[in-house]
């Protein structure tokens, strides 16, 4: 079997767009000579490219020189082909039943639906659940992450209710210590009836957080609570909450190290 001459990407710039076209192609030209093998050594591209034209477009990337300006060759991998942007947004859940809720002040394992059962936060007392999230690989240096939680009302009436998150952050590899807790609060006005209504309340632009200082491997230490003894709470019912999220802006499919530094 014919050994296939294996183009590669140029040019100094998006090194980790570079990086993952290639492992691509080295994958395509991988997968061709394979094909080829099993039929003979017939050349298969042709029939490949009557329904995609995938191949071709990569052949043509990868003995071209990168056009980072937005519309050359590598704008139009990212957005047509591979349908990707220079960066995109995921998240890091964490199931509110599997947090730590102990004490008076733990809120209560109740029905929510039939025989679907979540944690009910109290109208009338502070209830609290204490959960970890850390951070991925494919976290883009630099950027906020957005913690919100996923709840629903109980019942069909109004107000306001009043979420907090108390959080420490820490880089990991043993670079820093976890500091002083920071507390953010979000309200969440309901002026109609969402009973049994999927509810995502997200900090603002001015509470996420971030900058140089958030990291791969990075634990974020939170305590979540319903703030229902302060005067802002002013929904008169139950709430359940289901699930803790950190929306994050992702800028590669992983990190070149496994520990700090990442890059």
Known sequence: MATRDQPQITGSDIEDVKRTLNFA?????????????????????SDL????????????????TL??????????????????SDTGWEDITADL?????????????????????AYSFSAGTMNEVWITFHVKHDYAPGTNIY??????????STGVVR???????????????FPASTTIYLEHTISEDKQYQHIITEVTDAQAF????????????????????????????????????????VS????PNKAAPFF
Not at 28 to 33: F, M, P, S, T, V
Not at 210 to 238: K, Q
Not at 252 to 255: C, E, H, N, S
Request: glycine residues 8%.
């Open 67 to 84: 056009d980072v300006s937005g519309t050359g060759t590598i704008n139009k991998v990212r957005t047509a082909d591979f349908a990707l």
């Open 49 to 64: 490219d009557m329904n995609d034209n995938t191949i071709n477009n990569l052949a043509s990337l990868a003995t071209t």
């Open 25 to 45: 192609l080295a994958r395509i030209y991988d997968r061709l000579d394979k094909i080829e093998g099993i039929r003979g050594g017939s050349s298969i591209e």
């Open 163 to 177: 979420w907090g998150f108390e959080y420490s952050w820490a880089k990991g590899h043993d670079q820093e210590a």
């Open 210 to 249: 971030g900058s140089d200082d958030i990291e791969t491997d990075g634990l974020l230490l939170v305590r979540i609570f319903r703030d229902a003894a302060d005067s802002a709470d002013t929904f008169p019912d139950v709430v359940f909450g289901l699930t803790a999220d950190i929306h994050f802006e």
């Open 97 to 117: 039943s599997a947090g730590k809720a102990v004490g008076a002040n733990a809120p209560t394992w109740a029905t929510f639906r039939n025989g679907i059962e």
């Open 147 to 156: 913690p919100h939680i996923h709840w629903a009302p109980s019942t069909t």
């Open 252 to 255: 590669q499919i992983a990190t």
